[in-house]
C-alpha cells in the first residue's frame, strides 16, 4: 500500500517576496513529492507583532542586504521578484491586511482558485505585471465584499494564530506533519532539508525540468 500524502501547511503574506519563493517552490513539488499541500493566508504583521520580531526592512542592515538577496534568488529560483520603487509606502503603510482578507475569502469560497489569484496579488506587488487570475469580475466584487465581512476577518485571525501557536515568527512558516507531529521550517532557503524530511529528492529549484530528464 502506498504512503498517504504528507499534510504540508505554508503560512504565507502576499507583502512577504520570500514566502512567494517558498509558495512557488512548493507548488511545484505539490505534484512531485508525495504531500498534500494546504496554502494558509496569514497575516505577516500580527504573527511580527505576537512574537516581537521586526521586519527586515526596519533593520537598515538587513534592509540593504534583503535588497541584493532578492535579486539573486529571482534569478535562481525563476521568480518575477521587482522591487517596488514605493517599497517602503508598500510595505510600512499600505500593508497587506485587506490583500489577505481578499485571499481568506478566496479560500473559504473559492478554493480551487487560491493558488491562482495568490500568484496573482504577488505580481502586482513585486512585478506590477500580471495576467487576470481567472476570476469573473462578479465574483471578484463579491469576494471583495465579503473580505470585510466578520465572518473573513476571524478566519485570518484563526490562521494568524495558528502560525504563531506553531511558534512562527516570520513568514513563510512551513509546517510538515510527521507521524501526527508537526515539524516547522521557517523560510524558503530550507528546502533541501524539507526534501530530507520527507524523504523526498530535492531537485532543484525548477524540478520539472530535472525530471524530464531522469
Not at 12 to 36: H, K
Not at 64 to 88: A, G, S, T
Not at 113 to 140: C, D, F, H, P, Y
Amino acid at each position: 500500500m502506498a504512503n498517504l500524502p504528507r499534510k504540508l501547511e505554508l503560512f504565507y503574506d502576499v507583502l512577504s517576496p520570500y514566502s512567494w519563493l517558498g509558495f512557488e517552490l512548493l507548488c511545484r513539488y505539490q505534484n512531485i513529492w508525495n504531500i498534500n499541500l494546504q496554502l494558509r493566508p496569514s497575516f505577516i504583521a500580527g504573527i511580527m507583532k505576537d512574537s516581537g520580531n521586526k521586519p527586515p526592512a526596519l533593520v537598515p542592515r538587513k534592509g540593504k542586504y534583503m535588497m541584493m538577496d532578492l535579486q539573486h534568488l529571482k534569478n535562481f529560483y525563476q521568480v518575477p521578484i521587482r522591487i517596488p520603487k514605493d517599497f517602503l509606502n508598500v510595505i510600512l503603510e499600505k500593508g497587506s491586511l485587506n490583500a489577505m482578507r481578499f485571499l481568506t475569502a478566496v479560500n473559504m469560497e473559492k478554493p480551487e482558485m487560491l493558488e491562482k489569484v495568490s500568484r496573482e496579488l504577488w505580481m502586482r506587488i513585486w512585478s506590477r505585471a500580471a495576467e487576470k487570475a481567472g476570476l469573473s469580475k462578479e465574483q471578484a466584487k463579491r469576494l471583495l465584499e465579503n473580505s470585510s465581512t466578520d465572518k473573513v476577518k476571524n478566519k485570518l485571525k484563526e490562521t494568524t494564530s495558528a502560525a504563531c501557536n506553531y511558534g512562527a515568527f516570520g513568514l513563510p512558516t512551513i509546517v510538515v506533519h510527521m507521524d501526527n507531529k508537526p515539524c516547522v521550517i521557517f523560510g524558503s532557503d530550507r528546502m533541501e532539508v524539507l526534501a530530507y524530511l520527507l524523504g523526498e529528492q530535492w531537485l532543484g529549484p525548477m524540478p520539472s525540468a530535472v525530471k524530464g530528464k531522469l
